[in-house]
């Protein structure tokens, strides 16, 4: 990545906590501040972030505009509506960075995610075009058909469970959504079939995601141990 090369980041808070049993997860407090604002002062805070988008659902689109408003995130150029699925609501954000070269793509409900992870991801970008963060996987995984018999057990040092950031140069990541027909659950997948090489680097394994309140207790517990 060159010096003068931007860096744009893509916030993806559009989810709809339907697992969080009427808990918002993106405005639930997490070392008494909203998860959101974690997540931003992190991007905030990143030498090499130059701009942040932020996407949310229609019902938190006016708290965190307000949150963003008092947050004083001066990198925080935008808070965008979401769209039906994952992908629509990255598209949305990618259509709001301004001249980035480079765009950071973070899931709003990973508050654990640190400076260095995102840089890393920069570096290794770097070579590729495209890196996501990733950790080994530690149980053994059981291929099974809609029966439930088991159809396979494919080894377990070659596999990954992904985490973001997932960090892309900006054409990359642009071209591969514009040519998507079909539907992702990472921003990755479009880019490796287009045929992009995806680099992984190492993720975090306290770089959870939060989908059920006891992720949200866990990340509470990771926030008090690590200090953040």
Known sequence: MKRNEKVGAVIAAGGSSQRMGGIDKMLAPLGGEP???RVLSVFQHCPTVDQVVVVLNEQNLKQGRQLVAEGGWSKVSDVCLGG???QDSVINGLNRLLNCQWVVIHDGARPLVTVDLIERGLEVASQTGAAIAAVPVTDTIKLAGEDLLVQGTPPRRSLWAVQTPQV???DIIAEAYR???FEVTDDSTPVERLGH???IYPG???NIKITTPDDLALAEILWRKYGR
């Open 35 to 37: 998860v959101l604002a």
């Open 84 to 86: 039906p699925r994952r």
């Open 168 to 170: 892309f140069h900006f």
């Open 179 to 181: 040519q998507a027909k």
């Open 197 to 199: 090489k995806v680099k």
């Open 204 to 206: 975090a394994y306290d």
